[in-house]
């Protein structure tokens, strides 16, 4: 069974710069498609950045895009997410999957994710 721990988050103000981290295990890891879901207060979950098995191919949300990057360590079996300019309607609990190619997350488990909260 998969293992997520997602990692990094905290307060910060608008405009400033968090990195997010999310240690996998349990499964291949270098075999999967790796992405970052956030949820804010009241909302559904929703799909914020992807990034392909070898790290060619990235993905991202029109609201993150130009602001966020995916990066992936295969050897750490960690993925990150380098958040920069932020606003504070990017304030979510912040959480890492496999998505398909749909963006609908492949495992069924999920990590306790990382609180981010950005001040205006």
């Known amino acids: 069974q998969v293992q997520l721990v997602e990692s990094g988050g905290g307060l910060v103000q608008a405009g400033g710069s968090l990195r997010l981290s999310c240690a996998a295990s349990?499964?291949?890891?270098?075999?999967?498609?790796m992405g970052w879901y956030r949820q804010a207060p009241g909302k559904e979950r929703e799909f914020v950045a992807a990034?392909?098995?070898?790290?060619?191919?990235?993905y991202y949300a029109d609201s993150v895009k130009g602001r966020f990057t995916i990066s992936r360590d295969n050897a750490k079996n960690t993925v990150y997410l380098q958040m920069n300019s932020l606003k504070p309607e990017d304030t979510a609990r912040y959480y890492c999957?496999?998505?398909?190619?749909?963006?609908?997350?492949?495992?069924?488990?999920w990590g306790q994710g990382t609180q981010v909260t950005v001040s205006s």
């Open positions: 999957n496999a998505p398909d190619g749909s963006e609908n997350p492949v495992f069924d488990t």
């Open positions: 990034l392909s098995w070898s790290g060619g191919s990235t």
């Open positions: 349990g499964r291949t890891f270098s075999n999967y498609d």
